[in-house]
């Protein structure tokens, strides 16, 4: 069982940063990949990237290449989102999960409760 509890979350404008943490409960935290989605109001939840269980590998979705880092710490049962020069369109409720290493949600079995990530105009 790994329980998740995203922070980081917040309203910034736009061209700047922001880091979210998902912090993870759970012995067995090392052995999942770790993703992160998104959800926009009226939008289905969207990939934006995905780290392996060791941290070797990582993948992202297109619009997130070059703007957005996913890394884990395994000492300290985190993954961590740095994203760099936010759009509007980045607007969304920000999800982490824990699971196979992939783009699709019903790929990953646990679920974090969201954080929010505003950006202004």
């Known amino acids: 069982q790994v329980q998740l509890v995203e922070s980081g979350g917040g309203l910034v404008q736009a061209g700047g940063s922001l880091r979210l943490s998902c912090a993870a409960s759970g012995r067995t935290f090392s052995s999942y990949a770790m993703g992160w989605f998104r959800q926009a109001p009226g939008k289905e939840r969207e990939f934006v990237a995905a780290?392996?269980?060791?941290?070797?590998?990582?993948y992202y979705a297109d619009s997130m290449k070059g703007r957005f880092t996913i890394t884990r710490d395994v000492a300290k049962n985190t993954v961590y989102l740095q994203m760099n020069s936010l759009k509007p369109e980045d607007t969304a409720v920000y999800y982490c999960?824990?699971?196979?290493?992939?783009?699709?949600?019903?790929?990953?079995?646990?679920w974090g409760q969201g954080t929010q990530v505003t950006v202004s105009s």
């Open positions: 780290i392996s269980w060791s941290g070797g590998s990582t």
């Open positions: 999960a824990a699971g196979g290493y992939g783009l699709g949600s019903n790929q990953y079995d646990y």
